[in-house]
């Protein structure tokens, strides 16, 4: 009887183990690990995976031979040297967008840290000096064959999270980014909910489209903007609502909300948090708000380790977006 009782218990801390280890909430690397490397390049994507972040975000455009490349913009101007290289091809509104170029095209310019076209300045000054090194575009497959690769290596199952990137604007140009994605999401074996796979979107129509006219079967996110802006209510205002979560339910499996709509602080540094997860979990909806930032923390925030405190104690998150995998992965797995 001892025996069985100290079996019994010894099984009992393997299950709280396991039940801790399952509830930690997921790091997902923003465009990798871009608060130190310039962002969506293969260097950042493998010091974010070496960091240990648990998903790695990849976002989507197309390129002038229909190749998903990974770039967070449809306009290139703002993280290339596109300007120098080809002057001659930016469009009327004097932007350049990476669909008037060939992969080829695309692999000839030097990526770097991320700046205003306009005024050259830098958006984050302490990153990565500007124009240092070697940095390239890469395909979406690259990518997908750099994780996988790390997968195989090192033995661990780190997951990609896609987003596709103004796919209404595609289709406008006649293009069509998400069945493009789609094929090759299902060629790198992701097809279904139990993959290590999140696609999300900003436009609920087109998450719509993608879960009942293309028969995607995997996991949905749908990507908000914030409820109110100076000019007040959003397009998104509606989807705050428990009405407009449950709507949202029927077609996607989580919600992707700025930070502010999850925690603010108020004048004297408290934290005041929200419902949202609350009311998000209760329409069976994941909550991963973005964007952890070292470097832009919302508005009287103290610190990050404040922040992290704040979403993975009292507000409850399911994941985050980060900049900085390193430190989000110490807050996020450290937690008892």
Known sequence: MMRLRAVLFVLSLALLSTAGAAAAPLVIAHRGASGYLPEHTLPAKAMAYAQGADFIEQDLVLSKDDVPVVLHDVHIDGVTDVALRFPERKRPDGRYYALDFTVAELKQLKVTERFD?????????????????????????????????????TGRSV???????????????????SRIALGILARYGYATKADACFLQCFDFAELTRVRNELGWRGRLLMLLD????????????????????????????????????????????????????????????????????????????????????????PAGVDGVFSDFPDLTVAAAKGRP
């Open 117 to 153: 076209p306009r005024t050259g300045q830098r958006v984050f000054p302490r990153r990565f000096p500007a124009g240092e090194s070697s940095f390239q575009v890469s395909t979406f497959e690259e990518e997908l064959q750099l994780i996988q690769g790390l997968n195989r290596s």
């Open 159 to 177: 997951g990609i999270y896609p987003e596709l990137k103004e796919p209404q604007w595609h289709r406008e140009q006649g293009r069509d980014l």
């Open 226 to 313: 914030e409820a109110t802006d100076a000019k007040g209510a959003t397009a998104h205002a509606g989807f705050y609502t428990p009405a407009g979560l449950l709507e949202l339910a029927k077609v996607v499996d989580g919600i992707g909300p700025p930070l502010d709509e999850i925690v603010r602080w108020d004048e004297s540094g408290q934290a005041i948090v929200s419902d949202l997860v609350r009311q998000a979990h209760a329409a069976r909806l994941l909550v991963h708000p973005y964007t952890v930032r070292i470097d832009a923390l919302p508005p009287r925030c103290p610190s990050v380790e404040v922040l992290h405190e704040a979403l993975f104690g």
